[in-house]
């Protein structure tokens, strides 16, 4: 029969996937509705059950035989596969503990991708301005075909849509080729799974399963910056996939040079694709989320009123990130609905107070400049310009120091906002408060003053 399984295998999954991973499997038995098999690794076993375990109960049963469950065992060598008596017996969990090296199906090491959102598709995605052209280069990629760009690197701000950019490439990849292995994952994920790899010293299974996707997906890769081992395994995966012709496709919340203490030569590589940028959203895309969102909402609630205006209003009022816009839409639904008043201003000024107070008090690095300066008296000036004396320096500083931790500027932006300084002067600069904070409290001091009046 698992002659006959396997052929319906290789109809459901496709050639790829099934060179991969079905036939590597040595099926062994079926005892008690249980079919075992063999596999070579226990990375194996657990991406074989997580992606496939359910495809191939469903074609065993449909070849007749009676089985409710299916596991993997790990043999100790393809020659010698794990005698019956070996095997951990399904229904003690403690035979299982015991044998050489097993890896039951209920296993729970991570998967190595993450789950995709079914509600990130292209479909969902408003498209305006600011994202037009990231929106292009992620469906040029999405259609497959030959790799144009590679890799394509996604970056913007916080909320702006990157990850559902990236989520829509992996659906439309899939739904057009299905055989297509496309692991999608934030860098902090792959930092973790290497870590753990590092640790049960799986490396080999780590490498070969980077190795082997036709498409890799890092979001907000940022996150590796300064963490040099993770870095360098991850420059070794991205050549040998550009080197296969594999497409990756890399997010970050900024350009790839402006990203600190991010290795040159990584740097370098994703910068030798398309880099796109999702801009800062625009009073007209905001609404058109929104738009967007409301059509879904008059389903959940069908006799919730909406009054003309709201959404021109939170639109208006809530910039920042798209996140935060759907958050205050949702509430309103949410609290609409609960107390049966209809979506009017009231509402939304009574319901959205700590929401709105934040997006008064989003400060800029021109609105630090200014209060620093007042508060030490200086000239702006003076401030961004050359001079070297104490009392310019200082505030200088400070206000350096404000802006590191106060807005969601980069350091090289900073430094540009500061006459142009080196990056590295920034950080220089910010070290030194950070120093003084500790030792000097006029100066703690004043921060905590100025930090304040900024916040108000
Ligand atoms: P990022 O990864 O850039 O921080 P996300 O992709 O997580 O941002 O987006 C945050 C939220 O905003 C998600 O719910 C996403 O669906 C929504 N969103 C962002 N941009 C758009 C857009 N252009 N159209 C529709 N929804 C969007
Ligand atoms: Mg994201």
Redesign the pocket.
Known sequence: TWGAVRQELLKAVGQSNFTNWIEPLEFAEVQDGVAFFNVPTPFMGNWVSRHFGDRILAEISKAGEDVRRIEFNVRSSAAAPHPASQRPAAASPEAAASAADPAPASDDTDLPGAPLDS??TFD?????KP?ELA?AAARRVAEGGPVAFNPLFLY????????????AIAWELQARQPELRVLYLSAEQFMYRFIQALRERQMMDFKQMFRSVDVLMV??VQFIAGKDSTQEEFFHTFNALVDQRKQIII?A?RAPGEIEQMEGRIVSRMQSGLVVD?HP?SYE?RL??LQ?KVEQYRGQFPNIQLTDGVLEFLAHRITS???V??GALTRLFAFGSLVGRPIDMDLAQECLTDILRTMDRKTTIDEIQRKVCDHYNIRISDMVGPKRQRALARPRQIAMYLCKHMTQRSLPEIGRKFGGRDHTTIMHGIKRIEELKGTDSAIAEDIEMLRRSLEA
């Not at 969902?124 to 305006?128: A, D, H, P």
């Not at 913007?156 to 989520?167: D, E, F, N, S, Y």
Request: charged share 20%; no cysteine; aromatic share 6%.
């Open positions: 509600r990130f969902s995605f408003v498209v305006g994202n929106h913007g701000g916080v909320g702006l849509g990157k990850t559902h950019l990236m989520h979001d907000d997010s919340d999702l959203t895309l058109g989320i967007q990130n798209v996140r816009l759907e």
